[in-house]
């Protein structure tokens, strides 16, 4: 089994943590992992991705064009990623901010409005794990115990106490994710 | 003892695997993609720990010279960086290799020339392995294709290092360094208290007073020294040399690939097969001294090769070397901090070697 | 209507009151919202403007956050390697006397790995003008500790606080090229308020008036933040700057020429 993940959007979305509890939690179920960030200098409000890999074999290439499955959070990264979904794969977004919706034919999308979710659950920082709940929905490559460990190995000690939170965010997310085409 | 098992990128594991082999010293400036080593050092704070001291210079330049005191007094020490900075410690390199000591330099290549960019690239090859500063010298050179092997390659340098009184340098490059994988790390080891009978440690009543320098006025001494290096290097050439070989066994044609262009050709090497080439990968581990003899020995084997790598074309210069005529050999690489996809090593490979 | 009508009212060019300096090009400035580089870059691009100085001025940039700066000023452009813009303004003021030249830096630019062509381009008192960006951190490489930086202010490498024993003290270097007989003018500014703009803008007008005069470097800091690397809002970084940072680099001239 190999998943190949992208995850974009904007810089202080928690893309790149998000793709971090992927990571940890595939490493909980004794995978393979790896986690490649696009990386720039410290400015400004850019776009910020991920690739995630996380297979039962030794990795090859960290970095990749085409994926199994690619989560959009920004009309900038659909803009640039919708054509980098395999045939076949599957495209997660949400629909905040969305002005121009995917239109392929040849891929499974799926929309996941956690901006909106984290908003009425009072806590905008919980949107990612929101994702990442609508993505094993769609995608279950983890056994969920594995993800709360994942999680906690992912979060410094310090923000624990932020565990349960992220636990219902993961859950609603299973629940919100809705079949588009 | 067990291996601890963590998730984290190639600069951390650096830095981590530098505080668990018992490194005396670290000293670096920022810039990226490398700047996780200091930063991760600073807020591990080894000197409460080991006792390992970590400074950030105020340059390169002062970094490495910083290294060749610490190396000088027979101490584990090291520093890092990325090209640009690179560059600016070829001076100091080059005292280092003229008065042979030994310590580790990071090199987390970012494509040049000049402030070229931050994106990873291997087009430091040239300046890693023919020396880089002026005079005839030559570094170690291991070449990381994981995070496992950033973390791995910390001890072994010190090794190596101090086994042939040497500099070594670990080639990286801006992909290895931000990647996180999975890593296991080597138990922490006591910081050695070996006293070398080469360094300046203080002169007893027992030894004649060591004197380190670089500098000989007398060309008959200059020339015995430099046979003397030539001397150590063949002999570096004839034990050290390290690879990994991946499908060659009935391979028709063979990529030569280090780093991170070694991982994408590993996909390339599936994707081949899926179309019925047989390909195969042979990644040099140590880059300096270099696979030449095996290369040679499966040029009787093979078609042709083609060297990938991030870069205009610098290693194919070794492949050519060591397959010596005997078949074809090409190279392929991107550049400016593009990584080359999988897909592309075998376009390339096919229309070179397979027509069309 | 009347709306539209307000509108065009309000457009008429003889109620304009402020617009995008000519020098400034087109290009969007990469910065974080309420950084100073971008202050200090538009009172530069005024006086080079206002002087007539487009056709003779040639900027020597830093790497740093402003790197791009040769990408916002419409004049010409050199970009030097990490600290060494004095010693490439040197060569150009040096074979083009006529021109108008002058290097803008950073704190690790300027005060770290640039140490030594500042300070001997200064003591040689080379006839250029040094545009200095203190602002405490090294903003570009994401937040490490520079020379500046204050004893117990926390960074990327100096994470429990600046710990003046192990990692030394805040380096006035303005204070020390002041001391040098090549300086003419050295002052220290800021650009956080308008008042303040307008007194930088007069050094800068100064600044450029000693270069027509033949009288030798003229170094102007600006103490600026930093809110990314600082960790703080903008408004914060103001605050902490005025708090922080101008009672260990107070504002104020540090040499003036006898006139
Ligand atoms: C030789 C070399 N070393 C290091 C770097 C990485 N680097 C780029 S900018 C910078 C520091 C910039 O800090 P500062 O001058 O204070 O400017 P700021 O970004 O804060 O405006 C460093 C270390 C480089 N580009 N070249
Ligand atoms: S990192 Fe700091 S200095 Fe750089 S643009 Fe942002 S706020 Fe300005
Ligand atoms: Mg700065």
Not at chain 1, 60 to 81: E, V, Y
Not at chain 2, 29 to 37: D, F
Not at chain 2, 228 to 254: G, H, M, S, T, W
Not at chain 3, 170 to 199: E, F
Request: aromatic share 8%; net charge neutral; hydrophobic share 40%.
């Amino acid at each position: 089994m190999t998943e190949e993940i992208l995850i974009a959007g904007f810089g202080g979305q928690g893309v790149l943590s998000m793709g971090k509890i992927m990571a940890y939690s595939g490493v909980m179920q004794d995978m393979e992992v790896s986690w490649m960030p696009s990386y720039g200098p410290e400015m400004r409000g850019g776009t910020a991705n991920v690739i995630v890999i996380i297979s039962s074999e030794r990795i090859s290439s960290p970095i990749i064009k085409h994926f199994d499955t690619a989560i959009i959070l920004n009309q900038q990264s659909m803009d640039k990623f919708e054509s980098s979904v395999k045939p076949g794969g599957i495209l997660i977004y949400d629909g905040n901010g969305i002005t121009r919706h995917p239109e392929r034919k040849d891929i499974t999308i799926y929309r996941v409005d956690a901006t909106e979710e984290a908003s009425k659950m009072n806590n905008p920082k919980i949107f990612n794990t929101i994702v990442l709940g609508g993505f094993l929905k769609v995608k279950p490559i983890i056994k969920m115990e594995n993800v709360i460990k994942g999680l906690k190995k992912s979060l410094p000690e310090r923000y624990h106490n932020l565990i349960p939170i992220n636990e219902k965010a993961i859950q609603r997310g299973t629940e919100i994710i809705k079949k588009v085409s | 003892m067990k291996k601890e098992l963590r998730l984290m990128k190639g600069n951390e594991a650096v830095a981590e695997a530098a505080i668990r082999a018992g490194v005396d010293g670290y000293f670096g400036y920022p810039i990226t993609p490398q700047t996780e080593i200091i930063e991760y050092l600073m807020e591990a704070n080894p000197a409460e720990t080991t006792g390992m001291i970590v400074l950030q210079a105020e340059s390169e330049i002062a970094a490495i010279n910083m290294v060749y005191g610490g190396a000088a007094c027979g101490k584990k020490v090291m520093t890092s960086s990325s090209s640009p900075g690179i560059s600016l410690k070829q001076e100091g390199i080059t005292y280092i290799a003229g008065a042979e000591l030994p310590c580790l330099i990071v090199n987390v290549v970012r494509g040049g020339p000049g402030l070229g960019t931050i994106q990873p690239a291997q087009s430091d090859y040239f300046q890693a392995t023919k020396g880089g500063g002026h005079g005839d010298y030559h570094l170690i050179v291991l070449a990381p294709a994981s995070v496992q092997e950033m973390a791995d390659f910390v001890d072994l340098s010190f090794e190596l290092a101090f086994k042939y009184r040497n500099p070594v340098m670990m080639l990286s490059d801006g992909a290895i360094g931000q990647m996180m994988e999975k890593v296991y790390l080597s138990p922490q080891k006591e910081r050695s208290k070996t006293i070398y009978d080469w360094a300046t440690t203080g002169k007893p009543a027992t030894r004649e007073r060591n004197i380190i320098t670089s500098l000989d006025l007398d060309p008959n001494g200059q020339e015995l020294f430099n046979l003397k290096l030539i001397a150590k290097y063949n002999l570096i050439r004839e034990n050290e040399v390290r690879y990994e070989e991946f499908q060659i066994e009935d391979a028709e044609y063979l990529l030569v690939a280090y780093g991170t262009s070694a991982r994408v050709c590993q996909k390339s090497v599936q994707l081949a097969r899926e179309e019925g080439i047989k390909l195969g990968l042979l990644r040099p581990i140590t880059l300096f001294p270099f696979p030449s003899k095996r290369i040679n020995e499966l040029a009787n084997r093979v078609k042709g090769m083609l060297s990938v790598e991030m870069s205009a074309g610098q290693m194919v210069e070794d492949v050519l070397l060591s397959v010596n005529g005997k078949v074809p050999v090409f190279h392929f690489g991107r550049m400016g901090g593009i990584v080359t996809t999988p897909e592309e090593v075998v376009e390339c490979l096919k229309s070179k070697f397979i027509g069309g | 209507m009347a709306v539209v009508t307000g509108i065009k009212e309000i457009i008429k060019p003889e109620n304009l009151v402020y617009k995008k300096t000519n020098i400034m090009t087109e290009n969007i400035l990469s910065y974080c919202p309420g950084c100073g580089h971008g202050t200090a870059h538009r009172i530069l691009a005024e006086i080079i403007e206002e002087e007539g100085l487009q056709s003779e001025a040639i900027g020597v940039s830093p790497v740093g956050c402003s790197v791009l700066l040769y990408n916002y000023l419409d004049i010409d452009w050199q970009e030097a390697a990490h600290g060494r813009a004095p010693a490439v303004a040197t060569a150009i003021k040096r074979l083009m006397p006529e021109k108008f030249v002058f290097t803008y830096q950073g704190d690790g630019d300027l005060a770290a790995i640039g140490t030594a062509e500042t300070i001997h381009a200064c003591n040689r008192g080379e006839n250029i003008m040094i545009i200095f960006i203190n602002n405490g951190i090294y903003g570009m490489t994401g937040g490490q500790m520079a020379p500046t930086t204050l004893p117990g202010m926390k960074s990327s490498t100096s994470p429990y606080g600046r710990d003046v024993k192990t990692m030394g003290n805040p380096l006035k270097m303005t204070d020390i090229v002041a001391t040098l007989p090549g300086s003419y003018y050295v002052t220290r500014q800021s650009v956080h308020t308008p008042a303040n703009v307008k007194k930088t803008k007069k050094a800068i007008r100064k600044a450029v008036r000693y270069q027509k005069l033949d009288k030798g470097t003229c170094l102007i800091e600006i103490v600026s933040n930093c809110p990314s690397g600082w960790k703080m809002t903008p408004v914060q970084s103001n605050k902490w700057m005025e708090e922080n940072m101008f009672p260990y680099y107070p504002l104020g001239d540090l040499k003036t020429p006898v006139e």
